[in-house]
């Protein structure tokens, strides 16, 4: 019997620290803080802090595809228990998944979750710096 690797478990641990020390500094997506746009797992973190407070509902409007982590990080940690097929299969049903929510979300005018304003992320901001802009 295969177990999941030793790397897997620990790019697993590394990924949920860096989120944890990213938090408590007041970041709630790296990829948002840095471009002003919204990345696909937007909303994430709040969905499942939702999740644990008892509501299922908050935790949707937050993330609609906030279980999917879960079984992504199993596909993940048990890859060589599976048809190479079928796991190429699954992770290619998650990563579509989540880029059509995401496509969906982006285009909603309505969602204040998953936003486009590349002006007012970090880097266009430090460029406005540095060229002397306001």
């Known amino acids: 019997m295969k177990h999941p690797d030793k790397q897997g478990w ?14 408590s500094l007041g970041v709630t997506c790296p990829i948002r803080f840095l471009t002003g746009v919204s990345c696909a797992g937007c909303g994430m ?3 499942w802090l939702a999740l644990l407070r008892g509501n299922l509902a908050e935790a949707a409007r937050f993330h609609p595809l906030f279980w999917l982590p879960v079984p992504a990080a199993a596909l993940l940690l048990f890859r060589r228990r599976l048809p190479r097929r079928v796991f190429l299969w699954a992770m290619g049903a998650v990563c579509a998944l989540f880029l059509g929510a995401y496509l969906v979300r982006l285009l909603s005018p309505g969602d204040a979750i998953v936003v486009f304003r590349p002006a007012q992320g970090f880097l266009v901001q430090m460029l406005r710096r540095l060229c002397g802009g306001a």
């Open 45 to 47: 973190s709040r969905a």
């Open 10 to 23: 620990t790019a697993l641990a590394a990924i949920v620290l860096f989120y944890l020390v990213i938090e």
